[in-house]
């Protein structure tokens, strides 16, 4: 199978959502709050709230996309915390009961009766130690430049510049893998120790952008 026929695979799913957008953001609300009631998330229900946002209108870079590809019409964008490149804590997100803590946004159209998912970005990072910084689920607009790459639904594994395919999600899908998921197994109570590859990895990274530094 190609790399291009694998990813056609992934976005071939059919996706059950609900009809309209406001439905989306409930059920997304719904999914944090039963969280929060099963002890998952530190996040409190206030906050859960305040953070799970349908925007008043569409982000500049997301409308002039959508425009060229004429998804504009009735087309949302649903955020939870703020959008965070920098992985700033300081910016508002939410909080898992282990110290992870994530965010996410999600963009929508509601076409023929039905909510048609355009893109999402979903990520979490992690407490010191745990393997690796952060992972990040990405399904960019259509007809963005990763979608020649045949990399439209990916993954980043703790880099920026890493992407790996990944199958078509629901959003419900992605944050009940955020909340429930990637967590240590229950016979563990610590991560797995570094092996000397690691160990040498980071140092050897450390140094060179040490190095790399003006």
């Not at 406001?22 to 944090?32: E, F, P």
């Not at 206030?46 to 002039?64: H, M, S």
């Not at 803590?101 to 929508?108: L, R």
């Amino acid at each position: 199978m190609s790399f291009a026929a694998l990813q056609d695979h992934a976005l071939s799913r059919v996706l059950a959502l609900p009809p309209r957008a406001k439905d989306l953001q409930r059920d997304l609300r719904n999914a944090l709050l039963q969280a929060r009631d099963n002890d998952k998330l530190a996040t409190s229900p206030q906050e859960v709230f305040q953070l799970v946002t349908l925007l008043p209108e569409l982000p500049d870079n997301v409308a002039g996309q959508l425009r060229a590809g004429g998804l504009h019409a009735n087309a949302y964008c649903i955020a939870g915390g703020e959008k965070n490149q920098e992985r700033d804590r300081v910016r508002r997100h939410f909080k898992r009961n282990d110290g992870a803590w994530f965010d996410f946004t999600i963009t929508v159209r509601e076409h023929g009766g039905q909510l048609e998912l355009l893109a999402y970005d979903f990520e979490i990072r992690f407490p010191s130690g745990a393997g690796t910084p952060f992972l990040r689920f990405d399904l960019n607009l259509p007809g963005h430049r990763n979608q020649d790459r045949d990399l439209r639904s990916h993954l980043h594994p703790g880099s920026d510049d890493v992407q790996v395919p990944t199958p078509l999600m629901t959003p419900i899908e992605v944050l009940a893998l955020l909340i429930d998921g990637l967590r240590l197994p229950a016979d563990r109570d610590k991560p797995r120790g570094l092996t000397a590859f690691e160990i040498g990895w980071f140092r050897d990274t450390h140094a060179s952008l040490t190095r790399a530094e003006p």
